[in-house]
């Protein structure tokens, strides 16, 4: 599980975030990677079995139970899509922009602010989700 950890150094005027130190930066790129790529392959997966589902609920010869199991699949699949793509787009956006602006901020006074910002951002498309979810209900 992952927390960060604020402190203060009295040796600067400003506050630090050791969530990720300069030497640690790395790892956090490496592991947005795969992260990134599992985003991809989650919505992908969800536009394939959409798309398989209702190409199957259109043949013929399927019981009233298939027929009905397929029905509520494609309508779980119509309200989890957007929230995938949603979430997905926020993820990709939050590490390209994590990528871009990161490396020249490291340990500028605002870095810490940005990364909280980037934090916050990623926040919302975990909680984003909700709004739709209940406004589909």
Known sequence: MAFNIFAYDFKVKYATSTAAPAGGQIYYQILAVPLTLIEFATVFMFEHLHKLN???????????TERYQLFENIR???LLRPIARFHGIITCLTFIIFLLLGPSMIGTPSYPFFEESINAFQLQAILMPLVII???R
């Open 54 to 64: 209702t190409a199957r609920l259109r043949e013929c010869g399927l019981s009233l």
């Open 76 to 78: 779980t699949l119509d």
């Open 134 to 136: 209940r406004n589909k």
